[in-house]
């Protein structure tokens, strides 16, 4: 099926009905069959952390075949699964009947036009909102969706994303929405909207690759401890300020 270059949004909803059985076997196992499955693992593991203790009720945007939703609601979390593909939300709905989740559901409608008000604690968009032909439109359904205080966690990609090879294959090849998604620029859309606070994070996985540096690796002088440790100041400090750019994003409603 060819999609129309001016229609990315038919892309979004075909696209697991394009990928073949190779494509649909890797959707299925993720993030285990991913090439970058320790990025995800350690992003998550921050997701845990961040969104709070269970039962926490949970909007998961854009989860295609639902792997972060399942592990949500693995963890104790009341979650609801919201992608704009019928064919990854049938996916999705078969793992968590296999798992026997009973925490966990999915819908299969557009998350720029998703209607619920003041129903969930958190919103959570891992990967997904960079895919949004309207990320005005899908912050104002999350907005409308929080209950007072709630928050929204984006985990995106950041700037140059929508330049990079991947991102130019899977619009060529698929016909679906890439560009960039620093949080910086969520932040200003999402306070227009009327999130109240925010909070720019590292990613987890840059500070996990960051941590020892093979410069120093088994040694103990003092001089290479001593480099060690200002070189951590300095690398911390540089991940901080980048976070705006490339890292991870709480609102709070």
Request: with cysteine; aromatic share 10%; charged share 25%.
């Amino acid at each position: 099926m060819e999609i129309p270059a001016s229609d990315p949004k038919a892309g979004e909803r075909t696209y697991y009905a394009r990928l073949g059985e190779a494509g649909l076997a890797h959707a299925r196992a993720k993030p285990f069959s991913d090439e970058e499955c320790g990025r995800h693992l350690s992003n998550f593991g921050a997701v845990l952390q961040l969104i709070g203790k269970p039962p926490q009720r949970i909007l998961d945007c854009g989860c295609g075949t639902g792997w972060t939703s399942l592990f949500l609601a693995r963890a104790g979390h009341h979650v609801t699964g919201l992608d704009i593909s019928a064919q990854a939300v049938a996916i999705a709905r078969e793992m968590a009947a296999d798992a026997q989740l009973a925490n966990v559901d999915f819908v299969a409608e557009d998350y720029e036009a998703f209607s619920a008000s003041d129903a969930f604690d958190v919103v959570l968009f891992y990967d997904a909102l960079h895919h949004a032909e309207d990320e005005s439109a899908a912050l104002r359904v999350a907005y409308r969706a929080l209950k007072k205080g709630g928050l929204l966690l984006a985990i995106e990609p950041g700037e140059g994303h929508g330049a990079s090879e991947g991102a130019k294959h899977a619009v060529a090849t698929y016909g679906v929405h890439e560009k960039d998604m620093p949080p910086k620029k969520a932040w200003a859309i999402g306070k227009q909207i009327g999130f109240r606070q925010k909070l720019f994070l590292p990613y987890p996985h840059e500070w996990s690759r960051a941590a020892f540096r093979k410069d120093f690796r088994g040694t103990s002088s003092t001089m290479a401890l001593l480099g060690e440790r200002i070189w951590g100041f300095f690398r911390a400090a540089t991940m901080i300020m980048r976070a705006r750019r490339a890292g991870m994003l709480l609102m709070w409603k």
